[in-house]
């Protein structure tokens, strides 16, 4: 039971263009989500999340918005640029339970020069 | 830098062995979380202490098991090890991941294990 999924495996996209990632979830009692980014041989590295009261965070490039009527959320790399390539796993967590993270299979993004 | 650190790197055993991966959080974090990532695979919760105490526990098998220590660092023992439990196994730590409290957790650079 995937309760975190993440549907593109890939995503290729051109340096300055918008990169958008997508994130789809299960449990409605989710209410805290993150994204990570990863590198090869690197642990994940945190980028951006936003709480369930909300449906829209901004980080200088990044911004993530969240449908929670669609349990749906999406992160946007805008403009892209070749140092973003790497694969990104949107994560998930509920208020009600301990700081256990479920995360989605991830996305490799290539952001090409 | 993420203020994570884990040792080994790298870890090539056999099957059958057992082997100690040893994590130390970021300093005034309280939590530690195991996660462990398969080859094709996200990463799976597998254990979670919060200041010495088990806290949660996700699909951890009985031959793994985990403790943290009173200076806060962590290990995670794996035994009876087989082909399957190669992988990538990834310490993180939060400020004190308790219920109720929203917070990120901080990854280390994991530990490639690989039995043959």
């Known amino acids: 039971d995937q309760q975190v999924k993440q549907n593109s495996p890939s995503l290729s996209v051109q340096e300055g263009r918008i990169s958008i990632l997508n994130c789809d979830y299960t449990?409605?009692?989710?209410?805290?989500f993150l994204w990570y980014k990863k590198y090869p041989a690197e642990g994940p590295t945190f980028l951006i999340s936003i709480s369930s009261i909300k449906d829209k965070n901004e980080d200088g490039r990044f911004t993530v918005f969240l449908n929670k009527s669609a349990k749906h959320l999406s992160l946007h790399i805008v403009p892209s640029q070749p140092g973003d390539s790497a694969v990104y796993f949107c994560?998930?967590?509920?208020?009600?339970?301990?700081?256990?993270?479920?995360f989605g299979q991830g996305t490799t993004l290539q952001v090409k020069p | 830098d993420s203020g994570v650190t884990q040792t080994p790197k790298h870890l090539i055993t056999a099957t059958g062995q057992r082997v100690t991966l040893r994590c130390s959080p970021r300093?005034?974090?309280?939590?530690v979380y195991w996660y462990q990532q398969s080859l094709d695979q996200g990463l799976q919760f597998l254990i979670q202490?919060?200041?010495?105490?088990?806290?949660a526990k996700g699909n951890i098998l009985e031959r793994f098991s985990a403790q943290q220590f009173p200076d806060l660092h962590s290990e995670l023992n794996l035994s009876s090890l087989e082909l399957g439990d190669s992988a990538l196994y990834f310490c993180?730590?939060?400020?004190?991941?308790?219920?109720?409290?929203?917070?990120?957790?901080?990854f280390g650079p994991g530990t490639r294990l690989l039995v043959l």
């Open positions: 994560a998930a967590s509920a208020w009600g339970n301990t700081g256990k993270l479920i």
């Open positions: 300093s005034g974090d309280l939590s």
């Open positions: 202490y919060y200041n010495g105490e088990e806290r």
């Open positions: 449990n409605s009692m989710f209410d805290y």
């Open positions: 993180a730590s939060s400020v004190s991941g308790l219920a109720g409290v929203i917070e990120t957790q901080y």
